[in-house]
């Protein structure tokens, strides 16, 4: 090459002399400690931030007593923290924090291994809903297992009682064995692995449609995650009505004979169509719905944030 062809020649930007990542998914030389810590960021500001919309669901779910207008969030909110404390709505937050940032830890990088398996780098970034969706599943069964035991507790613990996490574990523990952790893991599956499924379907769909370039954009991502978390939510809230009944049935707080002796999702289902009818199946939808929706944005924003940073170190 001569010298005049030399200097012809344009001089590459640094970004050009990077290579190219695919934004989808943290790169192939990420450690698994980012995907954990990704997911793991992810779980803790989901769960958190709407807490208390969730205490109000498990309420309603449980069939414990709450007053006329029950299904005006607000109202119910301000009467709780006026009869209970400022802080009742956030009794047991402290399980959902040791919980969910295991679990999500595990979730999101599961997902990213089977995502990596599934997918062939070639199609990385073309359209593959099934595929997404089968890791989803695969991310929430191995991520339900370990969150399960402190989603029993946290829904005792909204269920007015002053107890701690630990005190609670160790009185289920000692009064039903440690079969009433998991009692709702079945159901759980069944409400969760769809969830999930759908979850991971529409959110990426919807990020192909919104952002094809791939590039880092909190307010398309916030934006995906509340399309998909709000029509996932309202989807399974009828195995969430049944999961809750399992969850809280040797609570105290439980009144309805049918409900204190609801050991199986038959007899759940059953208490719930023989108390409220069809409906029982829809209780909590609003809040669930209300609360699913930012949260599944905060989550997905989360983890989106934590991989642009994460890729960028």
């Not at 997911?39 to 931030?49: K, L, N, P, T």
Request: charged fraction near 15%.
């Amino acid at each position: 090459m001569s010298l005049q062809e030399i200097a012809s020649t344009p001089t590459p930007t640094p970004a050009q002399l990077l290579p190219e990542v695919d934004y989808e998914a943290l790169p192939d030389s990420a450690p698994l400690s980012h995907q954990l810590l990704a997911g793991a960021f992810a779980g803790i500001m989901e769960h958190c931030v709407l807490y208390p919309i969730d205490a109000i669901k498990t309420r309603i779910q449980s069939a414990t007593a709450l007053k006329a207008g029950s299904d005006n969030l607000v109202a119910q909110i301000a009467r709780i923290s006026t009869a209970e404390g400022s802080l009742a709505l956030w009794r047991g937050v402290q399980s959902v924090i040791l919980g969910a940032g295991p679990a999500h830890a595990v979730y999101f990088a599961t997902y990213e291994y089977a995502k990596e398996k599934l997918i062939a780098p070639g199609d990385i970034n073309s359209h593959q809903p099934l595929r997404t969706a089968a890791a989803g599943a695969m991310a929430t069964i191995a991520a339900d297992a370990l969150m399960n035991p402190f989603d029993t507790i946290k829904q005792r613990i909204q269920l007015n009682t002053s107890s701690s996490v630990w005190q609670l574990a160790r009185d289920i523990y000692v009064a039903e064995g440690p079969r009433a952790f998991y009692l709702s893991y079945p159901t759980t599956l069944a409400m969760n692995v769809p969830f999930a499924a759908c979850n991971f379907m529409i959110y990426e769909s919807a990020t192909k449609f919104l952002n094809p370039t791939n590039e880092y954009n909190p307010l398309v991502h916030c934006l995906c995650g509340g399309i998909s978390g709000a029509a996932c939510a309202a989807i399974t809230t009828p195995l969430d009505c049944v999961k809750t009944v399992l969850q809280v049935k040797g609570s105290s707080s439980v009144e309805l004979a049918a409900m204190r002796n609801a050991d199986t999702f038959a007899k759940a289902s059953a208490a719930l169509y023989q108390t409220y009818g069809a409906r029982g199946f829809w209780r909590g939808l609003k809040p669930r719905v209300v609360a699913n929706m930012p949260a599944t944005a905060i989550s997905w924003t989360a983890y989106e944030c934590a991989k642009h940073f994460l890729i960028k170190k």
